[in-house]
């Protein structure tokens, strides 16, 4: 009786601790287990597709038992700061939350800023969450959860690598744009002088007749001393369907 009673709390006790360990291990093998797909490609004209990263991460994933969680994408430069990149800061917030691995095809779909790239990686080690670089066969941390020194150094090399590549390609692109111009060409949109379009006062009468009646009306308001909530140039826009600058066009060559 009295061995029962002294013994009992430490059965408990033995239960409390089994079970929180267990719940540790599954957590650990849930973190292991789950990923993040993160691609990206710098033009947004068609010339480039993300389709081929994401299917190459989606067979890796597959293939070594990932659970994918959530899978981003944009066409966007790398060049551009973090804070600008909706889709690379959703992917790193989920990892971070869920403790999943960041998958990605290379180390330069981080971006090729020397400073973001790096921010990036110290955000991922200061929050202990993974990332997997496919293309170099290299993660952030080891099976173990130590840190990969390798892949830190050649961040740091990597990193100066796609900044040296930045530098260069603006190099050739504003040579291109030098000697291009030296030769009489324009770079840039071209207005619609150069292309010899331009609509023509009879053209935007026929155009957008109940526009013009409507800023006529506003202009009336307006010497009245009266003053309308959709006589607002931006909601006069979006109740015709057309562009700010369609408007404020309008009101220049018919004086409204």
Known sequence: MFSNFFTRPFVFYSYFCNEIINRQNNMKN??????VIYARVSSEDGRQD???QLNELTQYANANGLEII??????????KKNSERKSLEDALSLAIEAKATLLLSEYTRIGR???ETLK???????????AYFLKENLCLFNDDGTENQYLLIMAS????????????ILYR??????AYREKGGHVGRRSKEEDGWTKDKKTYERAYKELIQKLKERKRHLQAGLRDQRDNLRAIAEDYNVSVNTVQTIRRLFSL
């Not at 849930?30 to 990923?35: A, R, V």
């Not at 959530?70 to 060049?79: D, R």
């Not at 692109?173 to 030098?178: D, E, F, T, W």
């Open 30 to 35: 849930q973190t292991k287990n789950t990923c």
């Open 50 to 52: 993300y389709s081929r």
């Open 70 to 79: 959530g899978t981003f994408a944009e066409k966007i430069s790398g060049s």
């Open 113 to 115: 800023d020397a400073n």
């Open 120 to 130: 990036t990686i110290i955000r991922l080690r200061e929050t202990k969450t993974n």
């Open 157 to 168: 090399v990597l990193s100066t690598f796609a900044e040296d590549e930045k530098q260069r």
């Open 173 to 178: 692109l504003r040579s291109g744009y030098a």
